[in-house]
């Protein structure tokens, strides 16, 4: 069973940084899809950003040029940096993981993490003005 664990949440100020991190275990599958989510009270869980083995990436528009999200498949984790961070940045962030046959592509990705239901406990990010 896929198992995910995501941290490094915590409160800062506006303009302050963050690194997010998911630690991914029970898979072994080189072609996957993985994003961040994240979900402010009384509002929907909205994607945040996906990255796909294949190496290309995606955000959201409200976060483009501060939040940066990578994989380290040695350590079988993603990561999310947040940069720049602003108030209506404060929300619960979870991950997101979908294993593929083969490499996806950003719209496979994004199609795919549209339909995940698997969360986590999540990691609560607050960004006070």
């Known amino acids: 069973q896929v198992q995910r664990v995501e941290s490094g949440g915590g409160s800062v100020q506006a303009g302050g940084s963050l690194r997010l991190s998911c630690r991914v275990s029970?898979?072994?599958?080189?072609?996957?899809?993985m994003g961040w989510f994240r979900q402010a009270p009384g509002k929907e869980r909205e994607r945040v950003a996906v990255?796909?083995?294949?190496?290309?990436?995606d955000y959201a528009d409200s976060v483009k040029g501060r939040f940066t999200i990578a994989e380290d498949n040695a350590e079988n984790t993603v990561t999310l940096q947040m940069d720049t961070l602003k108030p209506e940045d404060s929300a619960m962030y979870y991950c997101a993981t979908v294993p593929f046959p083969a490499p996806p592509s950003v719209l496979e990705c994004k199609f795919a993490l549209a339909t995940f239901r698997d969360w986590g406990q999540g990691t609560q990010v607050t960004v006070s003005s």
């Open positions: 029970g898979t072994t599958t080189s072609s996957r899809c």
């Open positions: 990255s796909t083995s294949g190496g290309t990436t």
